[in-house]
């Protein structure tokens, strides 16, 4: 199968989660919106793994750091999330303005 | 055209749709939900390219556990269920424009750097994963799993309540 197909694919999903950041208010949007990124970058590593046929089958192990990053990520980012909704009673990105003056 | 390559493109035709969904919809848990099935084609998409491993570890890490954080999250912080307007920015034109750029500048260079066929071989690799992870690559091994239990601390240190808040009689 020919590779452009995927490439396409992976940069319109990141795409993708550049408008859903950019777009959205809601600060759990946004963290879904990053997950949706992570997820086009994973696609190109294993397909360039693939497609190389590496040996030491880099490109899937970089994606499984990547897997284990973002669901770290995703852990502290709910978690700061949370800590402002019990301080501010809000998960709204634009009322988060505590280092604004 | 081969099966392999009806079933590659339905494929990625759903992750192309579920994904803009994802963006595009006024309600979070359908948005959270269409997550999901993102991440599923896409791990369909490295059963494919012969990843098994990272499809399973992607449909364990993903589907099974982040994806019941978030639906956590969206309830603790009691984002608005059900369709509203309140979702989105009122000035959606300049991030649609700005995420065209990006998708055409990265299209371009795409185009014209790669070309070529994918041949995939019929074997599983999890064998020579776990060989590679654990000789070559154990030092980022090690290291992502001081990541994770870092971030496990700082989740607990983040979201409980602040200890000098509480009274000395009630602890």
Redesign the interface.
Known sequence: ?????????A??????????I????????V???I??ML?AV??NF??F???L?DV??QG??F???I??????????G??????I?RNRQT?NL?DFDLLKW | MSWYEIVSYLILFLILGTGLRVVLTSNVVHAAISLVLTLAFTAALFLMLSADFVAWVIVLVYIGAVIVLFLFGIMITRAPLGRNAELDNVNKTTPALLSLGIFLSMSYVLLTSFSGEVNVIQSSSIEEIGLILLGRFVLPFEIVSFVLLAALIGGIALARKDVALISEDQI
């Open positions: 199968m020919n590779i452009i197909p995927i490439l396409i694919t940069a319109a999903l990141f795409s993708i989660g550049i408008y859903g950019l777009v959205r208010r809601n600060s759990v949007m963290l879904l919106s997950e949706l997820n994973n696609i294993v397909l793994n693939a497609f046929r030491l089958l899937q192990i994606s499984i750091f897997i284990t990053v973002a669901a770290a990520e995703v852990g502290i709910l978690a700061i999330v949370l800590m909704f998960a634009n």
